[in-house]
Nanobody
């Protein structure tokens, strides 16, 4: 089995910063991609940032210049450094990964349990 465990959410004032982390554990051969999504109440879950093998990175337009995604391949960890936070960044943030459990099998999608980020004064 594979698990994604997130940490680092919380309450922060507008303009502040938070760092989210997500660690994948279990039977892992390789990780093809790691992403952060977020979901605000009443809205769909949206992609925030993505990093894939080879280092290609993408961001949602709403977070470009404020958020930075990074990955530690040795630790199977992805992080999201969030700066200049705005009230509209308030959401549950989910880690997502595409993982191969062995060298010849298919890849599978996994989600973390989510971590709440609240931006409010």
């Amino acid at each position: 089995q594979v698990q994604l465990v997130e940490s680092g959410g919380g309450l922060v004032q507008p303009g502040g910063s938070l760092r989210l982390s997500c660690t994948a554990s279990g039977s892992i051969f390789s990780i093809d991609a790691m992403r952060w999504y977020r979901q605000a109440p009443g809205l769909e879950r949206d992609l925030v940032a993505s990093i894939i093998n080879g280092g290609s990175i993408q961001y949602a337009d709403s977070v470009k210049g404020r958020f930075t995604i990074s990955r530690d391949n040795a630790k199977n960890t992805v992080s999201l450094q969030m700066s200049s936070l705005k009230p509209e960044d308030t959401a549950v943030y989910y880690c997502y990964a595409i993982i191969r459990r062995d060298g010849s099998g298919p890849s599978y999608q996994y989600w973390g349990q989510g971590t709440q980020v609240t931006v409010s004064s």
